[in-house]
């Protein structure tokens, strides 16, 4: 089997093999193919003739919906093996895995219905002679730059709009996680994308990332990782002036007010930091609590975080894998190490588990902790591990001020019984998302996107699938007459 899918063919690349590792138990679960300049400039001229050339931009958007459409039948024929596959190569729950397959295919049905749904508009310019309208046209050759933590849905907030727009695509998926993106290629080849329509190349950024980010012949990035990589892109699209979508990740503040029920504030703040390790850019990283409960519910939480079960993601009794790689696993203990050092008081985890069935993976303690300040790295930088910090407040404008305290603007989440607050207080926090008495949820048909650092453009919705178009004015003068503006 060979992972790159080039011009309608696959084939091995010409950068030899990389293993692809179980986070698990540190075992290979298979060797992947690495793409060499020589692919990547093979893959960009396929998506550029492609979209050149056509047909696919000019077929009508509900053929290309069709085909999205069958993608998702596709997906859910194959949901078991692509699960279990995701649960190998990321080391999330099963069940985690299975919520990812069935969003990933609500996306793809949701943009198979949008792909027609905008016919552009006819503008009234006061002139009965003149036709004026606007229309929604591809961008182009659109390169899909993917991190690890989610290969497939994030691939697919991507993917699904750009083609349902008319775009031809470039895929470079993390080096650390690749495989659920060539299996969801698999199946649209499947499905019958046209040849150079969809393109896939695996390696890492230096080699594959940057070459595309820079290359004349493409003309969108869409990226979500870190915030340095970002960085990096938004730099090197630069020359070329390509247009870039970024999402770079948060520092998410998950506020309870003491007129919360007890149970529920314990049991989100859990979920919102330490679904899948942490390693979610909407984790609700840091919990701050209005005084009169802080005390009770570092207590309970911490309580709660002792007793998550890590393990196999394979295994139904498993509550939390392990972390993606060694590397991270090491990351994460420097925050904690760091906040610790600077006078954090440690409630819970803070360590690697004891469990002997669990040394081979990169497994870390789901941590509490508790004292910390704002200048510590834990509080200002994205961990992106299973690390929730407490803050405590008196009122409302501090609250506020905390949850905006960070440079970062994704998502956050306000819990109180008093419905003016909660609206006063969604209102007055500068992120992309924010839930009220709730933690995580998204649907496909409402925007996904940070402020400030967390990056630019929005993903899902109408306005995740303008980001792939661009908006043409043709002006039609039916019965032009002399202008005489230069008398001569
Ligand atoms: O991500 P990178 P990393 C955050 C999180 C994490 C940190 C670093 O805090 O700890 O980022 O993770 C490709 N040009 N997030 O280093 O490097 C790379 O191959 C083009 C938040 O793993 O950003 C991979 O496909 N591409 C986040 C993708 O970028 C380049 C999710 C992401 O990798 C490149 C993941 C380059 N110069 C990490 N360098 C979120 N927003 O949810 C790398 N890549």
Known sequence: MVDLFIDGAWTAGSSGTADVVNPFDATVVRAVDQAGPADVEHAVAAARTAFDGGPWRT?????????????????????????????????????????????????????????????????????????????????????????????????SWKLAPALAAGNTCVIKPSEVTPLTSVLLVRLLEEAGVPRGVVNIVLGDGPTVGAPLTEHPDVDMVSFTGGLTTGQAIIRASAATVKRVAVELGGKNPNIVFADTDFDLAVDYALTAVFLHSGQVCSAGARLIVQDEMHDDLVAEVGRRADRIRLGNGLDDATES????????????????????????????????????????????????????????????????????????????????????????????AVWTADMGRAHRVASALRHGTVWINDYHPYVPAAEWGGMKRSGNGRELGPTGLAEYQEHKHVWHNTAPKPMRWFAG
């Not at 509080?379 to 992106?384: A, D, Q, S």
């Not at 407490?390 to 506020?400: L, N, P, T």
Request: charged share 25%; proline share 5%; glycine share 10%.
């Open 321 to 412: 894998g392990p972390l993606v790689s060694a590397a991270h696993r090491t990351k994460i203990e420097g925050f904690v190490a760091s906040a610790l050092a600077g006078g954090a008081r440690l409630v819970a985890g803070g360590r690697r588990p004891e469990d002997p069935d669990l040394q081979r993976g990169y497994f870390y303690r789901p941590t509490v902790l508790a004292d910390v300040h704002r200048d510590m790295r834990v509080i200002r930088e994205e961990t992106f591990g299973p690390i929730l910090t407490v803050e405590r407040f008196a009122d409302e404008d501090q609250a506020i001020a905390l949850g905006n305290d960070t440079g970062y603007g994704l998502a956050g």
């Open 59 to 155: 077929t009508p958007a509900s053929e290309r919906g069709a085909l999205l459409r069958r993608v998702a039948d596709l997906l859910i024929r194959d949901k078991e093996a692509i699960a279990h596959t995701e649960t190998l190569d990321t080391g999330k729950t099963l069940v985690e895995s299975r919520v990812d397959v069935d969003d990933v295919t609500a996306v793809f049905r949701y943009y198979a219905d949008l792909a027609g749904a905008d016919a552009g508009r006819v503008v009234d310019v006061g002139q009965p002679h003149v036709l004026s309208r606007v229309v929604r046209e591809p961008v182009g050759v659109c390169v899909l730059i993917t991190p690890w933590n989610y290969p497939l849905l994030q691939l």
